[in-house]
């Protein structure tokens, strides 16, 4: 058996470590989604999210040189680590009760077709920065790229009594000191 020493073409399918971590990651969401069934799936790409979420806001706040960040550093933050991941992340408003984000191109790609439980991983990421950040937040996927729909709209709820509290969503508490 030889080894190959030279890249083959693949034609118009492309091969790099983008394409396969993301193909990588469909996959083990899949798979977990035909084994364990949509909301178990999602509840374990949930943990991988939080952990991904606390890595991400303690990056922020050494960048930014804060112990907190506001809301509207809050906001920001969510555009710009989805920007950094090739999301096109938008904000529709921002007041004291809610964040809410459109998206235009989901970081996963066409990869995220099909497979909702991927979209934990956003609702934790930014659920986990609102609480830590602001005491409270609670997601509502509104609509997602992943179900069909052309564009994202996320909403972060930012406190319990809000308008926000009778909605589908899921609830996220900042971490006691």
Do not use: H, W
Request: proline share 1%; with cysteine; charged share 25%.
């Amino acid at each position: 058996m030889t080894a190959c020493n030279k890249s083959v073409s693949l034609g118009s399918d492309t091969l790099d470590r983008d394409v396969f971590m993301r193909t990588l990651i469909r996959e083990l969401s899949g798979t977990l989604e035909n084994v364990v069934g949509l909301e178990e799936a999602s509840g374990y790409i949930s943990v991988v999210g939080l952990a991904i979420g606390q890595n991400i806001n303690q990056s922020y706040k050494r960048a930014l040189l804060v112990d907190r960040l506001d809301r509207a550093q809050v906001a920001d933050v969510l555009v710009d680590l989805k920007r950094r991941i090739a999301g096109d992340f938008y904000i529709i408003e921002e007041s004291e009760e809610r964040i809410v984000l459109g998206n235009r191109a989901c970081p996963f790609g066409d990869k995220v077709i099909g497979r909702a439980s991927m979209c934990m991983m956003t609702s934790n990421v930014f659920g986990s920065l609102a609480a830590e950040n602001l005491g409270y937040g609670k997601v509502q996927l509104q609509r997602t790229i992943a179900q069909g729909d052309k564009e994202c709209r996320i909403v972060i709820y930012l406190t319990k009594d809000s308008v926000g509290r009778d909605v589908d969503g899921r609830e996220y508490f900042q971490t006691p000191s």
